[in-house]
């Protein structure tokens, strides 16, 4: 089964950017859906951004027009470019492949 593996995070400023990085132990050509979920201290996990292994892209309403979601097969990688950050994107952002295979997590904090 393949494994992810999450990268990237850190501690921004508010307005600042962050790359995300999911690198999974084998080929993701065969996942059909690649996705970011995030949760909050006290918040339930919510879906992000998703991608199809046709290239279809879906995003939450929050992130729409912020957030970029893309998979490179070559490398087996996803990742979640993310600019104009906000304080309420801090959260731990977690890669998934159909929501079966979960990385395990990597923090992003936003300071105002």
């Known amino acids: 089964q393949v494994q992810l593996v999450e990268s990237g995070g850190g501690l921004v400023q508010a307005g600042g950017s962050l790359r995300l990085s999911c690198a999974a132990s084998?080929?993701?050509?065969?996942?059909?859906?690649m996705g970011w979920y995030r949760q909050a201290p006290g918040k339930q996990r919510e879906p992000v951004a998703t991608?199809?292994?046709?290239?279809?892209?879906n995003y939450a309403d929050s992130v729409k027009g912020r957030f970029t979601i893309f998979r490179d097969n070559a490398k087996n990688t996803v990742y979640l470019q993310m600019n104009d950050l906000k304080p309420e994107d801090t959260a731990v952002y977690s890669c998934?492949?159909?929501?079966?295979?979960w990385g395990q997590g990597t923090q992003v904090t936003v300071s105002s």
């Open positions: 991608v199809t292994s046709g290239g279809t892209t």
């Open positions: 084998g080929s993701i050509f065969g996942i059909r859906t």
């Open positions: 998934t492949g159909n929501r079966i295979v």
